[in-house]
């Protein structure tokens, strides 16, 4: 019983990161997943950790352990939500595009997050979603959280590197560089379709008989819809590098909050 006591505390502590990671992280955090699912997870997976490099371990049992609860939360939050960002990329470029080609008028429900996104943003999320498990990416993040220990042990600094905006100037760069993304990926349609607004522009001066908002819509969801058809094989070489992007991310934010093992 002593010594349950004594490494219960410790295990709490692997627990509330990989619990944390595992709520906002994408695949892990997707309502289809059932919660107990979710917890059952965790708690083998911390089960697992501990059994590793937890045990010896002895953790203050003063209001300083409430510290270290909010702090290894904190962590498996970050780290959840720099995956989470690069994912939200996929959706932001398909809202550009639906923007240009119509289709923003008709949102649809997103089953993994719950919340309404908008048409070609779904699909391409759901190709992403799938080519991310075919590359076995899960099994790369069950990875990056248990070797997230070696960076960032249960003794680091976090709040004092906190204090110093490092963190903060590191999650505002990786902002701008999702939205960044977004643009890029949706950048070839957004661009068609700007000219096909062009060309009917042209048709309304030249031709004021043709009824350019009658011809326009049928002809951009056209456009739109055979650009996405010819590009959609270099949709694996795109997502293979936004996924790249968000591992190396990954890898920096550890490298952040703590130091290279």
């Not at 502590?13 to 289809?32: D, E």
């Not at 708690?43 to 490099?53: A, G, K, P, Y």
């Not at 030249?206 to 055979?226: D, M, R, S």
């Amino acid at each position: 019983m002593e010594t349950l006591l004594q490494n219960l505390p410790v295990f709490m502590l692997y627990f509330c990161r990989i619990t944390a990671f595992f709520v906002v992280v994408p695949v892990f955090s997707s309502l289809n997943i059932p919660t107990t699912f979710k917890i059952g997870l965790s708690f083998f997976v911390s089960l697992i950790v501990f059994s590793s490099r937890g045990t010896g371990i002895t953790v203050p049992e003063d209001l300083t352990y409430v510290l270290l609860i909010f702090k290894e939360v904190l962590v498996g939050l970050l780290l959840g939500f720099i995956g989470y960002l690069m994912f939200m990329a996929i959706q932001t470029a398909g809202s550009f595009i639906d923007l240009q080609i119509g289709f923003a008028i008709a949102n649809v429900i997103d089953p993994m997050t719950g919340t309404s996104a908008p048409l070609l943003g779904n699909f391409k999320y759901m190709i992403a979603l799938v080519l991310f498990l075919a590359m076995n990416g899960h099994h790369y993040m069950l990875d990056g959280i248990i070797y997230s220990y070696n960076w960032a042990p249960l003794d680091n600094d976090l709040l004092a590197r906190m204090m110093d905006g490092s963190l903060m100037d590191f999650l505002v760069r990786t902002f701008a560089q999702s939205f960044m993304l977004s643009f890029q990926m949706s950048a070839p349609l957004v661009t068609a379709l700007f000219l096909t607004d062009v060309g009917l522009a042209f048709l309304a001066r030249t031709a004021p008989q043709y009824n350019v908002f009658v011809i326009g819509v049928p002809l951009k969801i056209i456009v739109g819809l055979a650009l996405l058809l010819v590009l959609m094989p270099g949709l694996a070489v795109l997502f293979q590098n936004l996924f790249d992007i968000m591992f190396e991310s990954m890898r920096n934010l550890l490298g952040i909050m703590g130091k290279s093992p």
